[in-house]
Structure formats: structure tokens, C-alpha cells
């Protein structure tokens, strides 16, 4: 890209073709205010604040729009300029109710920091006193339209970012307004996924989420910790707000990135709400039907107590969440394995990451990484769906279908036993039951040389065909059948277009920390079911509940130990003993993301009280046992999938070699 | 092909048939059949003749006598006089002047002989719906000259020279934009026919679509050659049925004969044509919005770059022309540039199609070359201000376009002209006021009309707009205040440099020249509570002059307000305080007693 020099308010800056003024301003620090525009976004330049004069020239140039010229002579303060913007302002102002005394967003709202920076004190406008619709009819967003500047950034993110298509504009003039699925109020939307995107974008006061306005505006807040989400596996970028010791509002990081800064409605909602969830702050015993309050002495010594006898008969076990840190994991994995050499050590989720797994391996052999990072979906032209759920898997994943589909144009194949979750957007629909799915991957794989293709299956056939970069999802529910998953990545390799860092494969894996999981506290079989057990250790985080195969084996084990933040039921009912640990917000460590790389959890409300960390939990624990807590031996997810080879040196294999 | 002796023309014009064309064909045909004429004599439904205040018209060939406001019962006599005894009809005839009562030819009427007909050229000459008459006019001609011995390049060099600009509005020239799509790489391009004409009043791009389809779809054929594309779009408002019709069977007739489709005329070349129904919004028929809306998006305008030469219908190259440009170009390549170029004035070549209204003798479409001025519109062509009143002002390029006045009546029609004096060329609006009429008013008008549209994208356009239509409402009900002016003022001038599309760009145009050539009127609506034109209600008064009232009470019996009293026999006297400004008791006056101020 060649370079092209240009003067900004006398100061000689460098950019490349096809950036813009605003693009270049910002990189050599020249402030220019801006409203509509949002980085990530497309530009639309329709607020007009950006406006710049290039000499030699009457007209007024958007900033955010403009590419910048060789030789260009750019001012961004002159007095004209000033006069514009402050003009647009007042006619922002006057032309809507923007009192901001009565606004929740006062303090918080970008179009009020722009009126102080320009001096705008008064209005020369009579206020139009506006008014539209208080939208109140979702339970968690309102959007009251006489605080809307237009300025599209929620209908931009919603559509680009989410995918959802919610949100347009309808009637012309004065009163243009936002409004959902074409007419509707946004709480009576079909196609809302209750995501918060166009609240954390909205400049005004807007659209806002009801829980995080009552709870205090972001000036309001005594920090700001970056951190990650923890719910599923894309392990979204988040920003916590921290207000009292309380989360009261988390953010996706920023709308530039891959992700676009979304969260899904669970990020959302969960995270804030749980700094008030019950907690559990003390170790506690049972006793009879209620529990006791216990010291930490009295509660390990009795761990240790009846861990000793079921670890002798090989009656012991441990279930650990996979929604730990890489870290926690090692410290589980070391204390479990290394220490007390239990073989009975597993995950929630065991099943389904054995399951992957297991379809993984012929690839894994051939030392290429068997996936991609999930928002490599963005570059594909061709999406195939296996038996996936993404926006109950992991809503994000959903969202990057969506959006390239309706705006990337990626084709769409759906291949399901139950109903399409992209109903409306697919290209290709294929309803088949588990039985015949393995025949049709074969023949989509083969193109047809294998013999006739059913007529439904040609669309999908020339689909995959057609693409340069076609990428197969894999439901959660695939990994039930291990080949259907080998033959899926089969499938993956003959379309013969996998991304830098592995084979065209996006994994529903479901617990967040799935391949920090593999290498530490995933079990070689399911002995959950096996039998009873005289002693299960039960670490959880409180943060999805439990699934009941796991806590019917909870009910038949003779004595179980929970570690849990949150006094979560039917958990906590299982627990002979419970032991407090941190929840979410007052860890850190990392985790291993569906996006590829690993990402940071930071602590956000350091934490308080009678809290130990579990790596000290298990440390005393293993001396009340007599044992050292050993270094782990397995790290988590450093040498899961490292890619030995390249990916597209993978070959497809024959599903015998599962086996 | 049969031959006839005689043919008649009955307009098929949105205008005729909604005063009763097709019940006269129907008659003319019934008429022929029983007097065993049907043979020799073919009665063809046509496109528009432009003069649709005198419709419906007739005229016959090969005579080219001129009937206008013909109604079912005069057919008849049509057929024995005219068309069985040679005798015409004189009492259906034109009605001219004192030196030439009866008119009774097409080209000696004063409304045509000033006009020079290109793109109207077939209009109310030939059947729309038959592709043949079309062929017999020379359609197709160019596009197979074009096809046959000319390279892309050759054809935008003809463009070019032809001095053809853009008749949507900004006058781009149409040879040289069409070389930007044409450098444009793309295995992909695209060419669109804007007929979206949202501008009030305009009717220009719906008779050409009427009266010569064909033309539009041969314009957009040779333009796709040119520039490369194999794909076109016309994107044409839902509210004209008759428009869209008239297309489809004309794309139909082409097909047939092998002009649409693959491999035209035996030559690499293929095309296909699809028409897009517009939701009628006025900001649609702007370039961005438009395709936005061809893509099923809301119709918005972006900002340019990029521009659609090089991004435009699914971000595919793109060239966007106006019908009437459309229509321009296949009598170019038949022609020739030379001929397109030698009418015309330095910069702005060819004729340009207006739609005369207002208060004007004889309204209607003209097609008139460029460099005319605006005393030959509408005094030679449109025969000067209706009932002999005084003339005041000319709005010029629709509902953004500027008011003139009297002193500009001598300037030359172009794109430059115009645009010095504060109108603009637009799409071809011509609206003539009177006395009676109201500047400020009329400004008001207008602007009313752009707010309402205003796409919502622009603070400026979306919101000064109002503000502005707010201070001009206050004016016109004597709320005014001279500080008003100045903020007007202001707010106008931003509005126009703030926003982002032509809408908002040219919104504050009537404003703007009304209050440059009509400020005088503005400051007697604040100042002196008067509207000088007595056409702003809130500020006028109706009184009775007590020597003139005979006290017949008619003014009384007819008032609404019931604020007129007095005694039979006795003067009236009109209660100013209750008095609404609805005008009865002065149409009912049989002395003209009451007067307004
Ligand atoms: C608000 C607005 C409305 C417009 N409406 C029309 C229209 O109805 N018809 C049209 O041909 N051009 C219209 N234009 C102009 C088009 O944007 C475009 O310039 C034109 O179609 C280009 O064709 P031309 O080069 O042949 O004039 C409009 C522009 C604006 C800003
Ligand atoms: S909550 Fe999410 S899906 Fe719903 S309208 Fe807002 S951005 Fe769109
Ligand atoms: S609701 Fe907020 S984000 Fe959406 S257009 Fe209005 S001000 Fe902008
Ligand atoms: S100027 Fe008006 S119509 Fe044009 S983009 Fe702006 S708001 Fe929309
Ligand atoms: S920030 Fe550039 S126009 Fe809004």
C-alpha cells in the first residue's frame, strides 16, 4: 500500500491509500470529535461532526468517510468548523428531550460530552419537546426514542456485528425512528437475541439495559478491569465495571475486533448479576438435614478423613469443572493425579470432549491442529452446519454465522435431525437422521462420484463445490458418535481449504475451558456411571448448573465434597462438606479459547474474607493426607493440537482408523 | 404490412385517459367498423403530446390536424366530417390567437413550433406497446450501428462529444461518467435507468416511459456495450402502473425479436433488463439510495467515495442515468454527436424536457433546446400568465430548485445559468407564479414537501429543516420577528454545505432565492403583519365598504363564522376577531363590496 503524505492542522502526518482523514488524524493524535462513528462499524458519516475543510476547497468533508490524498491540507478546528458543529448540537439537542438532568446516561452520554467540549450552554431553539415511543415492552432493554440521535450505531452492530437484523429505521423527516423487526417494539422482536450490543453502543440515553442503569453510570464506577467472559468457550473480551465490590455492568472490549465486541445475552445478564448471587463463605458440615459452620481445619480434616478409606478401595473420584482456569486445572490435575494418583478424575463434560476427541485423533496423528479459530466463520464463503445449536452453544458463534451469511454472503448448509436454527437464512436445508448422516458427509465429501446424489443434496453439493473457503461447524451433540465427527473433518479436508492455524472446523465444544480441560482433568472413560462411590470431590464454579448425570452420581456417592462460590441448588444438597472458593470475578489465570489463542482472566473484585485460592486449598489439603502437593505434570492446552504440520498437508482417512 | 390511408392518434397519456382517451378509441373504432372504414383507417393509442390540459387529443394523419378535448359523443362527427368528407373539424381545433382563431395544425401551434422534439421525439407519434412502429422510426438503428462497426471506446468518445449531461438533476456529463465505469475492472457491471421521479408535479419521465419504451431499454443497451455490462435495472416508482406496463411489454417485444436477451444481433453481446418498483419515497431516486433500495435495504443515501463507477449495485461497477438521458442517447448514435451538439449553448448541448405548470395558458410537457430563455417558455410556448395577471416568478428544478423573477426571464436556459442564479436545472420542474401567489409561502411549500422526505440521516437535514420550516410558519401567521431572517438565513446556508446528499444539499433552495429576490415580501409579513399577495390567511382582513354593500345579506347567510351582521337593506360589517379568512363573502358579493388587504 503506498503511502501518501498529508497536513493535518499544519502537522506533516503519514497514511496509507485508502485511509481516511479520521483513520490518519488519530494515529498522529489530532483530536477530531465524531458521534456516528464507531470503530469496527461501517462508517456512514451521518452525524456531521466529523466535518473538516481541505484547503482549496469550499465543500465540508466527513472525516470517518473521506480517504485521505496526497498532499491534502486538512484543518479540523477552524472557526467555520466549530460553528458547524456546535449548530448540529443544538439542532441534536432541541430536537429531542435531551434533558439530561432526568437522563440515566448523564455523566455516561457521548452526546453531552460533546455539547460541554463546545461550549454549548444554551440552545437558540425552542425545544420540540419530542414525543415518540418509551419503548418499555422488553423486560431488560428499554429504548426510549426521544433521546435517539439517529446516529445508527445500534442498527450498524446489530446487523453487522450480531447478525440480527433486528433493528432499522422506519418513517422519513423529523420522525425517523429506530425501530425493531419493521414495526415492532423491540420487546415483541422475533429476531432480538437479547444481546445488549445496541445498548453498550448507543452514545445517549437511548437504549439502555435496565440492571446496569439502576446500578450506576460508568463514571460512576470505582474500576474498570478488562477480563474475559468465562460462560462459553469464545471466552468473549469483556470490560467489568466495578461499583461497591459489586459488578454492575460488563461491555464486550471493542467493536474493532473480530468479535465486534458483542456478548451474548448470558455475558450480559450472568456476569453482572452474580457479585449478588448467595454465597458460600465459610467452609460448612452437613448435619442431619442443614449444615454447620466450620473452620477450615475441622472441614479438610474431615475431607482427609474419609478421602483416606475410598482412596485405598479405589472407591474415590473427582469431578472438576471445565470452566476453570488453565491454572485451577493444573493444580486439580496435580493434586488428584500426581499426588493421590486417583484414576477416577473427570470433567463435567467428560463425555462430549472424549467424544471430539476421539474423532480428532487420525488428523492429530497426522499433526495437524483438527480446528480453527471460530471467527475465521467471518472469512468463509460457505458454511456448513452439523447437527449444531450455535446460539445455545455459544451465542457468538451464531452471530458470526449470521453475519456472513447476510453480509459476507457465505452460503448456508444446515444439516440437522431436528429443526434449522437458521431458518430463513439457509441456502441448503438438509433434515436427516442420525443413521443417514454418516452416508451423506461420505457423499457431499466424494461430490457425488460415489453414485447418484439424492436430488435435496445436489444444492448443498454445489455449494460446498463452488466455495473457496468453506468451513464446517460441529454440533455438540456430533461428538456422540465419534466417526461422524472424523468423517465431517474428512469432509473439511477435501474441500481442501483449511486456515493458517488448522482444518476448517469450528467445534461446539460447551464448557469454556474444554482444551485446558483435555490435557489435566479429562478422564480415558466415563466411570461416573461405573458404580457407586464411597467419596466424590465435586469442584464447581457455580456458574451453569449441573447436569443431572452428574448429580445422580453425586446422590450415590457416600460422602461428597463440593467447592463451590455460589450456594447453588440442587448442588449444594449433594455436599457433605462445602468449601468456599473464588468465584469468577476474584480469579485470574487463563483460558484456552475457541478462538485459538488463550486469553487472560483478570481479577476484578480481589476477594474478601475467610477466601483461600484452591491452589492453597489443595496444598492443605494434601498435608492433612501426609502428601506434598506435586507440580503438575501435564500442562493445560500448551501441547493440545500444536500444530506439527501444516494443515493443509491433512489427509482424509478411513473412519476404521477411529477405531 | 398494411397500409392506411389515414391514421388517427388518440393520446394514451395518464392525463388523456383520465379525461376518457380510451372510450373515444373505443368509439373511433366502433365508428370506423360500421362505416367499413376499419380497413383504411388505423386508430393508434400513443404516449403523451405534452399538451394534457386540452386533453384528450386526437390527432390526424397524415393531415396532422389538431383535436383537442375530444369526448366520446364527438367522434362521430369526427368520422363523417373529417375523416369520410375531408372536412375538419374546426369547432374541436386549437384555439389561438385573435390573428389565427383556429389552429388547426400540430406544428403551427405556438405550444409546439417553439419545441425541438429528441428524447420526446416518438412521444403521441407512435404506439408504445408495438415494437414495430418503433423499428419504422428508426429505434434499434443505433443500437445496431453501435454493435456492428463501433468499439466501447468509440461510443463513450461519441458520448462524450455529444455534450449529453446527466437530466436527473446535476448535469453530469454522461460520455464521461460512463468512461469511469467502463475503467472500472469488475467481470460484473451493472447499468440503471433512474426512474424514480419523486419530484411533485414532475411528469417528464413517466411520458417517455409511456409514449417510448423502447427508447429507455435501446439508451441502457448501448451504454451496457459501452461500459461492459450485461445486466440492467429500472428502477421505476410503484405509483406509475402505466409506465411499468408499457416496460414490461416492451422488454417482452424485444425479446421476441431477438434485441434482449443473449448474443444480440448475432454479436457477443448479451443483456437483460429488470424492472425494480420503487416504494416512492423522494430520497430513493437519490444515486446510493436508490441501489440501497434495488438491494432491499432501506433507501438511504451513503456518502461518496466510493462512487458507483466503482462501487455501486451489490458493490459491483455501476452507471445510474435518468430516463430522459437514457432516452437521449440511441438518437445520438443514429445522428450523430455533431448533429446532439450543435443545439444547445457552450457547455449545456441538446434540449431539455420541462414540465410547465403553474399559472401558465397552456401547461404541459415541452422539450426545448438549451439556451432558450425563459420569456420564450412560458410566454411564446406557454402562452403567458393565466387570466392576463401579472407575472412574478418562475421556481425552477422542482421542489429544490429556486424561484425567479422577471428580471431573469432573459437569461438562457443552462445548467450554468441557472445554477448562478440560485435555482438549478433539477429534473425539469418549471412552476409559474402569479401575483396572488405568496414567495414566502411558496418557500414554505416546499419545503414542507423536503422535510417530510428527508431519509433521517442528516441532523441538518433531518432536524434544521423543520427548524427552518418552523420560522417560516411563524412568518406567514405574523409571528415573525426580524431576527428570524438572519437565523433563517444561517440555518439555510448550513443545511445546505452540512449534509451529506443532494436532498439535503438543495432543501434550502427555495428559501435561499426568495429571500435573495423576495426579501421585501418577508419583512411586510413581520414588519407590517401583511402578506403583499393576500395569500397567507392569517394575515389578511376582509372588510365591506358600507358605500358599496347594498345589504343583500348573501355575505351574512354564507359566512361560517357567522361573524357578518347587519340589517337587510343595510351595510354590512365583517367582525375581524371572529372572521376565519375563508373567502365566501367575497365570491358571493354581487357588488364586490367586500375587498381584502
Ligand atoms: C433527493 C434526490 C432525488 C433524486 N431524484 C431523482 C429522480 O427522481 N430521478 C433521477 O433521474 N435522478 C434523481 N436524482 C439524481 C440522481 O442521484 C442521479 O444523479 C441521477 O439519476 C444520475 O443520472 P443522470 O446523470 O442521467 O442525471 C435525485 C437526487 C437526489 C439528491
Ligand atoms: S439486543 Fe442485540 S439482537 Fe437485540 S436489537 Fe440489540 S443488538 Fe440487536
Ligand atoms: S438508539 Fe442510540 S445508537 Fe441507536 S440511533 Fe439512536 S442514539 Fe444512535
Ligand atoms: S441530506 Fe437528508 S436525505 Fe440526504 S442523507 Fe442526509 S438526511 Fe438523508
Ligand atoms: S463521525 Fe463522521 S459523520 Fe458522524
Known amino acids: ?659 | 404490412m398494411q397500409i392506411y390511408r389515414s391514421h388517427i392518434l388518440v393520446c394514451g397519456g395518464t392525463g388523456c385517459v383520465s379525461g376518457g382517451s380510451k372510450d373515444v378509441i373505443d368509439e373511433f373504432q366502433k365508428e370506423l367498423e360500421r362505416r367499413k372504414l376499419d380497413k383504411e383507417v388505423l386508430v393508434v393509442h400513443t404516449g403523451c403530446h405534452g399538451m394534457c390540459e386540452l386533453g384528450p387529443i386526437v390527432v390526424v394523419y397524415p393531415e396532422g390536424t389538431f383535436y383537442c378535448r375530444v369526448q366520446k359523443t364527438d367522434v362521430a362527427e369526427l368520422v363523417e366530417e373529417h375523416i369520410y368528407k375531408g372536412r375538419p373539424v374546426s369547432r374541436l381545433m386549437y384555439a389561438g390567437s385573435e390573428e389565427m382563431p383556429v389552429v388547426p395544425h400540430y406544428k403551427e401551434i405556438p405550444f409546439y413550433s417553439k419545441q425541438e422534439r429528441i428524447a420526446l421525439a416518438n412521444c403521441g407519434y407512435i404506439n408504445p406497446d408495438n415494437i414495430d412502429e418503433y423499428i419504422a422510426r428508426r429505434g434499434y438503428e443505433g443500437l445496431g450501428k453501435v454493435l456492428s462497426g463501433m468499439t466501447p471506446a468509440q461510443v463513450i468518445d461519441e458520448m462524450k462529444a455529444s455534450g449529453l449531461r446527466g437530466r436527473g438533476g446535476a448535469g453530469f456529463p454522461t460520455g464521461l461518467k460512463w468512461s469511469f465505469c467502463a475503467a472500472s475492472k469488475g467481470d460484473k457491471k451493472y447499468v440503471i435507468c433512474n426512474a424514480d421521479e419523486g419530484d411533485p408535479g414532475a411528469f417528464m419521465d413517466r411520458s417517455i416511459l409511456e409514449g417510448d419504451p423502447h427508447c429507455v431499454i435501446e439508451g441502457m443497451m448501448i451504454g451496457a456495450y459501452a461500459m461492459g455490462a450485461d445486466e440492467g435495472y429500472i428502477y421505476c416508482r410503484a405509483e406509475y402502473p402505466l409506465a411499468i406496463q408499457r416496460l414490461k411489454t416492451a422488454i417482452a417485444q424485444a425479446e421476441e425479436y431477438g434485441l434482449l436477451g443473449q448474443n444480440i444481433m448475432g454479436t457477443d453481446f448479451s443483456f437483460t433488463v429488470h424492472i425494480k418498483e420503487g416504494a416512492g419515497a423522494f430520497v430513493c431516486g437519490e444515486e446510493t439510495a436508490l441501489m440501497a433500495s434495488i438491494e432491499g435495504r432501506r433507501g438511504m443515501p451513503r456518502p461518496r467515495p466510493p462512487f458507483p463507477a466503482n462501487s455501486g449495485l451489490w458493490e459491483k461497477p455501476s452507471n445510474i442515468n435518468n430516463v430522459e438521458t437514457w432516452a437521449n442517447v440511441p438518437r445520438i448514435m443514429v445522428n450523430g454527436a455533431e448533429w446532439y451538439s450543435s443545439m444547445g449553448t457552450d457547455k449545456s448541448k441538446g434540449t431539455k424536457v420541462f414540465a410547465l405548470t403553474g399559472k401558465v395558458k397552456h401547461t404541459g410537457l415541452v422539450e426545448v433546446p438549451m439556451g432558450i430563455t425563459l420569456r420564450e417558455i412560458i410566454f411564446d410556448i406557454g402562452g403567458g400568465i393565466l387570466d392576463d395577471k401579472k407575472f412574478k416568478a418562475v421556481q425552477i428544478g422542482g421542489p429544490s430548485g429556486g424561484c425567479l423573477t422577471e428580471d431573469h426571464l432573459d437569461a438562457k436556459v443552462s445548467y450554468e445559468s441557472l445554477t448562478a442564479l440560485g435555482a438549478i436545472m433539477g429534473s425539469g420542474g418549471l412552476v409559474v407564479m402569479d401575483e396572488t401567489t405568496c414567495m414566502v409561502d411558496v418557500a414554505k411549500f416546499f419545503l414542507t414537501f423536503v422535510q417530510k422526505e428527508s431519509c433521517g440521516k442528516c441532523p441538518f437535514c433531518r432536524i434544521g429543516t423543520k427548524r427552518m420550516l418552523e420560522i417560516l410558519e411563524r412568518i406567514t401567521a405574523g409571528e415573525g420577528k426580524m431576527e428570524d431572517l438572519d437565523t433563517l438565513e444561517q440555518l439555510a446556508l448550513m443545511v445546505r454545505t452540512g449534509s451529506l446528499c443532494g436532498l439535503g444539499q438543495t432543501a434550502p433552495n427555495p428559501v435561499l432565492t426568495t429571500l435573495k429576490y423576495f426579501r421585501d415580501e418577508y419583512v411586510a409579513h413581520i414588519k407590517d403583519k401583511k402578506c403583499p399577495a393576500g395569500a397567507c390567511t392569517a394575515l389578511v382582513k376582509y372588510s365591506i365598504d358600507p358605500a358599496v354593500c347594498i345589504g343583500c345579506t348573501k355575505c351574512a347567510r354564507n359566512c361560517p363564522a357567522s361573524c357578518i351582521a347587519g340589517e337587510v337593506k343595510k351595510p354590512h360589517v365583517i367582525d375581524s376577531e371572529k372572521c376565519i379568512r375563508c373567502g365566501n363573502c367575497k365570491e358571493v358579493c354581487p357588488v364586490g363590496a367586500v375587498s381584502v388587504e
Open chain 1, 1 to 659: 500500500m503506498s503511502e501518501i503524505t498529508l497536513v493535518i492542522d499544519g502537522v506533516e502526518c503519514k497514511g496509507s491509500q485508502g485511509d481516511t482523514i479520521l483513520q490518519v488524524a488519530r494515529a498522529n493524535d489530532v483530536y477530531i470529535p465524531t458521534l456516528c462513528f464507531m470503530d469496527g462499524l461501517t462508517p456512514i458519516g451521518s452525524c456531521r461532526m466529523c466535518v473538516v475543510e481541505a484547503e482549496g476547497s469550499n465543500k465540508l468533508l466527513t472525516a470517518c468517510t473521506s480517504p485521505v490524498t496526497e498532499g491534502m491540507k486538512i484543518l479540523t478546528k477552524t472557526d467555520r468548523l466549530i460553528q458547524y458543529r456546535r449548530q448540529i448540537l443544538e439542532l441534536l439537542f432541541a430536537g429531542r428531550n435531551h434533558f439530561c438532568m432526568f437522563c440515566s446516561q448523564s455523566g455516561d452520554c457521548e452526546l453531552q460530552r460533546l455539547a460541554i467540549e463546545h461550549g454549548m450552554d444554551s440552545v437558540r431553539y425552542p425545544f420540540l419537546y419530542s414525543d415518540f415511543h418509551n419503548d418499555a415492552s422488553d423486560p431488560n432493554i428499554q429504548v426510549d426514542h426521544n433521546r435517539c440521535i439517529l446516529c445508527l450505531r445500534c442498527i450498524r452492530v446489530c446487523s453487522e456485528k450480531v447478525g440480527a437484523h433486528t433493528l432499522d429505521l422506519e418513517k422519513r423527516g423529523w420522525g425517523t425512528t429506530v425501530t425493531a423487526d419493521l414495526g415492532q417494539q423491540l420487546g415483541k422482536s422475533e429476531t432480538c437475541v437479547t444481546c445488549g450490543a445496541c445498548a453498550q453502543v448507543c452514545p445517549t440515553g437511548t437504549i439502555t439495559l435496565r440492571d446496569f442503569v439502576y446500578r450506576g453510570r460508568r463514571t460512576d464506577c470505582d474500576s474498570q478491569v478488562e477480563t474475559l467472559c468465562p460462560l462459553c468457550p469464545v471466552g468473549c473480551k469483556i470490560k467489568a465495571y466495578v461499583r461497591t465490590g459489586s459488578v454492575v455492568r460488563v461491555e464486550g472490549l471493542s467493536t474493532a475486533s473480530a468479535d465486534g465486541g458483542q456478548l451474548c445475552s448470558k455475558g450480559r445478564w450472568w456476569l453482572p448479576s452474580s457479585t449478588e448471587r448467595e454465597r458460600l463463605a465459610v467452609p460448612m458440615i452437613r448435619e442431619g438435614s442443614s449444615f454447620r459452620e466450620a473452620s477450615w481445619d475441622e472441614a479438610l480434616s474431615l475431607v482427609a478423613e474419609k478421602m483416606t478409606p475410598a482412596l485405598e478401595s479405589g472407591k474415590a473420584g473427582a469431578l472438576i469443572s471445565e470452566i476453570s482456569t488453565d491454572e485451577e486445572l493444573a493444580v486439580m490435575s496435580s493434586f488428584f493425579r500426581d499426588t493421590m494418583k486417583m484414576d477416577k478424575v473427570d470433567g463435567f463434560y467428560g463425555n462430549q470432549l472424549r467424544g471430539f476427541v476421539e474423532g480428532f485423533k487420525p488428523f492429530a496423528r497426522q499433526g495437524v491442529r483438527p480446528f480453527t479459530g471460530a471467527h475465521h466463520i467471518l472469512e468463509s464463503d460457505a458454511i456448513l452446519v452439523l447437527d449444531a445449536d450455535p446460539q445455545e452453544e455459544a451465542p457468538v458463534v451464531a452471530s458470526y454465522i449470521r453475519v456472513s451469511t447476510i453480509i459476507g454472503r457465505a452460503k448456508l448448509v444446515n444439516v440437522s435431525s431436528g429443526k434449522n436454527p437458521f431458518e430463513g437464512i439457509t441456502d441448503a436445508d438438509l433434515r436427516v437422521s442420525g443413521k443417514e448422516m454418516k452416508a451423506l458427509l461420505v457423499a457431499l465429501r466424494e461430490g457425488g462420484a460415489g453414485g447418484a446424489v439424492p436430488e435435496n443434496v445436489k444444492g448443498a453439493l454445489e455449494i460446498l463445490k463452488g466455495a473457496k473457503k468453506p468451513i464446517v461447524v460441529l454440533g455438540s451433540n456430533l461428538a456422540k458418535t465419534p466417526e461422524l465427527v472424523t468423517e465431517a473433518l474428512n469432509l473439511a479436508v477435501a474441500c481442501g481449504a483449511p486456515f493458517d492455524d488448522g482444518l476448517a472446523v469450528v467445534p461446539m465444544f460447551l464448557a469454556s475451558n474444554s482444551l485446558g480441560a483435555l490435557n489435566t482433568v479429562t478422564g480415558g472413560k466415563d466411570w461416573l456411571s461405573e458404580g457407586d462411590l464411597d467419596f466424590l470431590y465435586v469442584h464447581s464454579t457455580g456458574m451453569v448448573d449441573e447436569d443431572t448425570h452428574s448429580l445422580n452420581a453425586m446422590t450415590r456417592a457416600r460422602f461428597v465434597v463440593v467447592q463451590t462460590p455460589f450456594m447453588v441448588h440442587p448442588l449444594v444438597q449433594m455436599a457433605d462438606v462445602l468449601l468456599p472458593v473464588p468465584a469468577w470475578f476474584e480469579r485470574s489465570g487463563h483460558y484456552c479459547t475457541l478462538e485459538g489463542d488463550r486469553r487472560k482472566m483478570n481479577v476484578v473484585v480481589p476477594p474478601q474474607g475467610n477466601l483461600k485460592g484452591l491452589g492453597v486449598i489443595m496444598k492443605e489439603l494434601a498435608a492433612k493426607l501426609g502428601r506434598t502437593l506435586q507440580e503438575a505434570s501435564t500442562a493445560p492446552c500448551e501441547n493440545v493440537y500444536v500444530a506439527k504440520a501444516a494443515p493443509d498437508k491433512a489427509q482424509i482417512v478411513t473412519t476404521k482408523e477411529v477405531r
